[in-house]
């Protein structure tokens, strides 16, 4: 137990589909992320809020929105995914996004189809 | 940029054997450095750190030694499990106002009876 919770643990979308990701950490920190994981690829580095701002995005293609209403809860919306969006999201925090490590959640399995 | 290098896996090991798992870094300053490690199905877990230069980083038995001169920060194992069996990342941080994390892709330990 991190202290990072996500849900679902897995997530079944059609294309034509919207639903969202939900992450939520009890740990007091300021800054949260969202990260995709996918088969034999580095971690990519999607969004980064510190303080409820977002303060990066990576050049992450519109259909993924993420919403930050307060420092302890993180969405990540979905609709009109693709097939290659497939992969493990993964929600992190710190205490703010200039220092200290990453806390990370467990994940959730995302399958477009 | 900054980037992180991690040896190719698998890496399979007999139970009790010694793991080196290696990684090095290029950085224009001096990063903390970190290993996470992911079990099946799990998200990121971080193991260890280190914040300069010399510092050695220590948990569950392993190891790894924040090596200035040879920008690396090998992690070890005198005596692995099959617990272990997981895959490790190397990653780097700037504290900072522009501060991420940076992740290697990834090394995967098989540790077998």
């Known amino acids: 137990e991190t202290g990072v919770t996500q849900t679902p643990r897995h997530l079944v979308m059609g294309m034509t589909n919207k639903k969202s990701l939900k992450c939520e950490q009890h740990?007091?920190?300021?800054?949260m992320y969202w990260y995709k994981q996918s088969a034999k690829k580095p971690l990519e580095l999607m969004f980064v809020y510190n303080f409820k701002e977002q303060t990066e995005n990576n050049s992450v293609p519109s259909r993924f929105s993420p919403e930050c209403p307060n420092s302890s809860h993180l969405f990540l919306h979905l609709h009109t995914l693709q097939p290659e969006d497939s992969a493990l999201y993964l929600c992190?925090?710190?205490?703010?996004?200039?220092?200290?490590?990453?806390?990370f959640g467990q994940g959730t399995r995302l399958t477009v189809v | 940029g900054d980037s992180v290098t991690q040896m190719e896996g698998p890496v399979t090991l007999s139970e009790e054997a010694f793991l080196t798992i290696n990684c090095t870094y290029t950085a224009t300053g001096y990063p903390s450095l970190f290993w996470y490690v992911q079990y099946p199905g799990e998200g990121l877990q971080l193991l260890l750190k280190?914040?300069?230069?010399?510092d050695k980083g220590s948990n569950k038995g392993f190891e790894a030694t924040y090596r200035k001169e040879t920008t690396s920060f090998h992690l070890e194992k005198g005596s692995v499990q099959v617990s272990d069996s997981a895959v490790y990342f190397c990653a780097l941080l700037y504290t900072g106002t522009a501060s991420k994390l940076t992740f290697g892709t990834g090394t995967r330990l098989q540790v077998t009876l």
């Open positions: 740990l007091g920190h300021n800054a």
């Open positions: 280190a914040t300069k230069a010399d």
């Open positions: 992190a925090s710190s205490l703010t996004a200039s220092r200290t490590e990453a806390f």
